[in-house]
């Protein structure tokens, strides 16, 4: 407090007096300003980068996940995207080996629709095989365990080449129908 013999005491406290006030007054919650600072739904919950995901079935290991960027966005439609592309390794149940591999430079999870959709550059290759599908665009439908697209599809297997306009298999890849197929077909007389 100010003491001075040329200030009165009354007036040194009537000077604190106002002093307070005002900071009391400083302080008051402006409900508009407070309700204007929302939070960005473009923004997301959560970010990682270089991530290494596996998924297991009863200690099985099932799928691994490994992509750079990693965007989680919890909304009414919860989802993660992967921006800067993916890279899917599926096993074979028990044995750790590697059966089938999915990349793309795009992806987006929706969890609570169980659907993920991977486009731009999209390669499925099944090992077993020796096949490899190049398309622009793939929905993985988890619910119907289904792998499709609608648009034109490059397949490559040891016989040759086949084209298509979009396609459907089954989870693990292993039976697929192209739809609208056209290429060259190569068949074998049997000798008689």
């Not at 508009?32 to 099985?60: H, M, Q, R």
């Not at 490899?132 to 016989?159: A, C, G, L």
Request: aromatic share 10%.
């Amino acid at each position: 407090m100010i003491e001075s013999d040329l200030l009165p005491k009354t007036l040194c406290k009537s000077i604190v007096a106002a002093l307070l006030a005002i900071m009391l007054f400083a302080c008051k919650n402006d409900m508009e300003t407070i309700s204007s600072f929302t939070v960005d739904d473009s923004l997301p919950s959560e970010t990682a980068k270089d991530v290494e995901l596996i998924y297991s079935d009863s200690g099985n290991v099932m799928i691994k996940l490994i992509t750079p960027k990693l965007n989680r966005y919890i909304n009414d439609d919860p989802y993660i995207e992967f921006p800067e592309g993916l890279h899917l390794y599926f096993y074979d149940d028990s044995a750790m080996v590697v059966k089938s591999e999915l990349t793309a430079n795009y992806g987006i999870n929706w969890e609570n629709r169980k659907v993920m959709e991977v486009k731009d550059d999209v390669v499925l290759t099944n090992h077993k095989k020796q096949e490899v599908m190049n398309t622009e665009h793939v929905v993985w439908d988890q619910k119907t365990k289904r792998i499709y697209s609608e648009v034109f599809v490059k397949r490559t297997t040891p016989d040759g080449v086949i084209f298509g306009e979009g396609f459907e298999a089954d989870e693990s890849m292993s039976t697929w129908k192209l739809k609208q197929p056209r290429g060259e077909f190569l068949f074998e007389e049997e000798n008689k």
